[in-house]
């Protein structure tokens, strides 16, 4: 099987956190702070993960907001669709001042070429 998400995870340089279950990952995205949270195996549905797993998840999303805390956003969107990459992981996607917001800003944020906040 070939799955982005299982092949970014041997690029350590990218990785700021790791527990157990969850890791936190620097985003290839144009957008400072911009972290994805993907599950450590390929898992590809919420649904059959144990307690344990969700805990981590907890203490994962807990490590995120204290990295992103050093970037001073105004918000911070938390994302998981997991359609065009069937490997569960969420978007974490701060917004900051004077930027669009809500969905205009996640679909900015997305996609393609997004620029730095000013």
Not at 49 to 61: D, I, K, P, V
Not at 71 to 83: D, F, L, Q, R, S
Not at 100 to 116: E, M, N, Q, S
Request: charged letters at 25%; glycine letters at 6%.
């Amino acid at each position: 099987m070939n799955c982005p998400i299982c092949d970014a995870h041997k690029n350590e340089t990218q990785i700021v956190y790791q527990n157990e279950n969850w890791v936190l990952r620097k985003a290839d995205q144009n957008l400072e702070g911009y972290l994805y949270m993907e599950h450590r195996n390929h898992v590809d549905s919420w649904f059959g993960l144990t307690l344990s797993e969700f805990e981590n998840y907890g203490r994962a999303l807990h490590k995120a907001t204290e990295i992103l805390k050093e970037y001073n956003p105004e918000k911070m969107y938390i994302v998981a669709i997991a359609e065009r990459v069937p490997h569960l992981h969420v978007h974490l996607i701060p917004r900051y001042e004077n930027q669009d917001k809500g969905l205009d800003h996640i679909a900015k944020a997305t996609g393609p070429g997004f620029p730095k906040p000013m």
